[in-house]
């Protein structure tokens, strides 16, 4: 499993930078292929907002989710499982987009994106991959990290640090 997601990981690094002109930022954007894709991250939001299970079926089958744990790292099935407890509740998490940039290849069947966004730790940054299906868009990754002014990191270095040492020592 590693190895597969190691060869996909190079050959989606490799295909991106081959196609490193095609950013949806230059000249000649197609303003409704990213208001199409804008729409997809937003309802995805939203449904994790409100507990619909529809939320993983916009990720690929072996879509990746990373979240701010280091320990957080899942495929799609797997994280479904994580989440189950929250899904339970009704409502997980709420996240609403507020910075997002959205790029593309040429022929639209990879999408690239981060985003900034309010959420219930604070704001948080993310960045992502969709894959254009024939089925609709498929999440493939995504990854979300906590902000950290550059002035706090020594301090917060510390405060994890601390914290790994005593969770080893139980």
Request: glycine share 4%; proline share 2%; hydrophobic share 40%.
């Amino acid at each position: 499993m590693m190895k597969t997601f190691a060869l996909k990981v190079c050959l989606l690094l490799s295909f991106v930078l081959a196609s490193f002109t095609s950013y949806a930022d230059v000249p000649g954007i197609d303003d409704e292929f990213q208001h199409q894709v804008a729409v997809f991250l937003d309802t995805w939001h939203d449904d994790a907002a409100h507990a619909n299970l529809s939320y993983f079926d916009k990720m690929a089958q072996d879509g990746v989710y990373i979240g701010t744990d280091k320990s957080e790292r899942w495929v799609r099935d797997d994280f479904k499982a994580w989440a189950k407890p929250y899904f339970d509740r009704k409502k997980a998490w709420e996240f609403h987009a507020f910075n997002r940039h959205i790029a593309y290849t040429e022929d639209r069947s990879l999408i690239w994106f981060d985003e900034q966004l309010h959420t219930q730790m604070g704001i948080c940054q993310a960045s992502g991959v969709i894959r254009n299906t024939k089925d609709g868009f498929k999440i493939e990754h995504y990854q979300l990290s906590l902000t950290v002014p550059n002035d706090m990191v020594d301090h917060i270095q510390k405060e994890i640090d601390e914290f790994d040492a005593r969770s080893a020592k139980k």
